[in-house]
């Protein structure tokens, strides 16, 4: 599976998405309500479990983070491979 | 036009105010006969208690000292001393055996060992964090944990480690606060309130612990305004001169590395500028912040909130009761 679907799939059966349509690749996260910090600790941690990755502090930033298209490019980095892998 | 200014109040005006609404709310709504006010020798416990005195007389009011085994002794000390400054009773509850009776001590240091196995006997810790000031960073809570020399190091708990720390700790809150309503019971008083806007307003409180009460007077004081009244209201220097902390974990911790982004002065102004819509680099050149620090200031204010709607709640009925 695609790294923004399974992103997705883990952020609609964790939190509480209306409508998972709505729920675009740059959506924001936060901003959106969909997740909130402590939310936000465990989407970190599904990703250092799933993709056997380890996040660093300083790599916990919207940049990386805050939407579903965000970090599949982040995993994707992480992983050496291009972005949508 | 933004500025420091924007704080300023008529101190004495404001206390007049405030006393009038607690007499008549405490009296004339709730029809009770006083107030419990817990007091933990800090800035906000210290202010309502002097207002509570002021409002309803020396006699009517009891200051409640609730240590546990994380507080710090300075609580204590102060608590007592403003409690004889005013000329109130006052009664000490500690809260330790009810807290290890629940398991509080015990479910702190299972969720601490998801993260640290070896922290035990001698070692302390406490929650922060990241400081928005720095960088652009999640506002995601850290564990600080110092081993028994003093050595000091972070780490992230997981996420269910993180929560149940959380509400472990949430007990110290809710027992007092059920130690409050069994005195206010007992003597057909009621419980105040110490929250100040800047912690009622982004959630900085416990649900069903010191959130709850039965009149919260400086809730709609930013707490430089309650730094002013206190002053006014002649609250002990060393009171006034206090950092504010949480006394709630074993290191000690401020409340904006715990859950504020800035110092509280700066974090006001802030709340001020963002419902106002003054523009971040308005702002800024005020605090002395970049526009772009700003910025993420005024974007955790709204996160807090979203968060703080739970916290707020009323239980929510699916009916009409009828009796309004």
């Given at each position: 599976m695609q790294v923004q679907e399974r992103v997705k799939r883990f952020i609609v059966e964790n939190f509480y998405v209306a409508d998972p349509e709505e729920l675009t690749a740059d959506t924001s996260l936060l901003t959106g309500g969909y997740v909130d910090s402590t939310g936000m600790l465990e989407v970190v941690q599904f990703l250092e479990e799933e993709y056997r990755l380890e996040v660093a502090d300083q790599e916990m930033v919207p940049a990386n983070l805050e939407t579903i298209a965000r970090i599949a490019a982040f995993v994707a980095r992480k992983a050496g491979a291009p972005p949508g892998a | 036009m933004f500025s420091r200014e924007v704080l300023r109040i008529d101190a004495a005006k404001v206390a007049d105010g405030i006393e009038q609404a607690i007499r008549d709310q405490v009296l004339v709504h709730l029809k009770r006969r006083g107030a419990v006010v817990g007091m933990s020798g800090g800035i906000d416990s210290s202010v309502v208690a002097t207002l509570c005195r002021r409002a309803l007389g020396p006699e009517k009011v009891l200051g409640l000292l609730m240590p546990e085994r994380?507080?710090?002794?300075d609580s204590l000390r102060l608590g007592q001393a403003l409690a004889d400054h005013l000329g109130i009773r006052r009664e000490v509850e500690d809260v330790a055996p009810a807290l290890e009776g629940l398991g509080c001590y015990a479910r702190q240091l299972e969720a601490i060992r998801t993260a640290v196995p070896e922290y035990g006997e001698g070692w302390r810790c406490k929650l922060s964090l990241p400081s928005l000031l720095e960088g652009e960073r999640l506002s995601i809570t850290t564990l600080t944990v110092a081993d028994p020399s003093g050595r000091q190091r972070r780490v992230r708990l997981p996420a269910a480690g993180y929560l149940q720390l959380v509400a472990a700790t949430n007990f110290k809150q809710r027992v007092r606060k059920m130690m409050e309503y069994y005195h206010a019971d007992r003597l057909a008083y009621a419980v105040a309130g110490t929250p100040n806007l800047l912690e009622y307003d982004q959630g900085f409180f416990v649900k069903q612990g010191?959130?709850?009460?039965?009149?919260?007077?400086?809730?709609?004081?930013y707490k430089t305004q309650v730094y002013a009244l206190a002053e006014h209201l002649g609250v002990p220097a060393e009171i006034r001169g206090r950092p504010p902390t949480t006394?709630?974990?074993?290191l000690a911790q401020s409340q904006e590395e715990f859950?504020?982004?800035?110092p509280h002065r700066e974090m006001d102004l802030c709340l001020w500028a963002h419902d106002h819509a003054v523009a971040p680099a308005e702002a800024g050149a005020v605090l002395g912040l970049r526009a772009e620090q700003v910025e993420r200031v005024y974007r955790d204010i709204e996160a807090k909130r979203r968060v703080a709607r739970y916290l707020h709640a009323q239980p929510l009925l699916a009916g009409e009761t009828g009796g309004g």
């Amino acid at each position: 599976m695609q790294v923004q679907e399974r992103v997705k799939r883990f952020i609609v059966e964790n939190f509480y998405v209306a409508d998972p349509e709505e729920l675009t690749a740059d959506t924001s996260l936060l901003t959106g309500g969909y997740v909130d910090s402590t939310g936000m600790l465990e989407v970190v941690q599904f990703l250092e479990e799933e993709y056997r990755l380890e996040v660093a502090d300083q790599e916990m930033v919207p940049a990386n983070l805050e939407t579903i298209a965000r970090i599949a490019a982040f995993v994707a980095r992480k992983a050496g491979a291009p972005p949508g892998a | 036009m933004f500025s420091r200014e924007v704080l300023r109040i008529d101190a004495a005006k404001v206390a007049d105010g405030i006393e009038q609404a607690i007499r008549d709310q405490v009296l004339v709504h709730l029809k009770r006969r006083g107030a419990v006010v817990g007091m933990s020798g800090g800035i906000d416990s210290s202010v309502v208690a002097t207002l509570c005195r002021r409002a309803l007389g020396p006699e009517k009011v009891l200051g409640l000292l609730m240590p546990e085994r994380d507080s710090s002794g300075d609580s204590l000390r102060l608590g007592q001393a403003l409690a004889d400054h005013l000329g109130i009773r006052r009664e000490v509850e500690d809260v330790a055996p009810a807290l290890e009776g629940l398991g509080c001590y015990a479910r702190q240091l299972e969720a601490i060992r998801t993260a640290v196995p070896e922290y035990g006997e001698g070692w302390r810790c406490k929650l922060s964090l990241p400081s928005l000031l720095e960088g652009e960073r999640l506002s995601i809570t850290t564990l600080t944990v110092a081993d028994p020399s003093g050595r000091q190091r972070r780490v992230r708990l997981p996420a269910a480690g993180y929560l149940q720390l959380v509400a472990a700790t949430n007990f110290k809150q809710r027992v007092r606060k059920m130690m409050e309503y069994y005195h206010a019971d007992r003597l057909a008083y009621a419980v105040a309130g110490t929250p100040n806007l800047l912690e009622y307003d982004q959630g900085f409180f416990v649900k069903q612990g010191d959130g709850a009460a039965d009149f919260k007077p400086i809730a709609h004081l930013y707490k430089t305004q309650v730094y002013a009244l206190a002053e006014h209201l002649g609250v002990p220097a060393e009171i006034r001169g206090r950092p504010p902390t949480t006394d709630t974990f074993s290191l000690a911790q401020s409340q904006e590395e715990f859950y504020f982004s800035l110092p509280h002065r700066e974090m006001d102004l802030c709340l001020w500028a963002h419902d106002h819509a003054v523009a971040p680099a308005e702002a800024g050149a005020v605090l002395g912040l970049r526009a772009e620090q700003v910025e993420r200031v005024y974007r955790d204010i709204e996160a807090k909130r979203r968060v703080a709607r739970y916290l707020h709640a009323q239980p929510l009925l699916a009916g009409e009761t009828g009796g309004g």
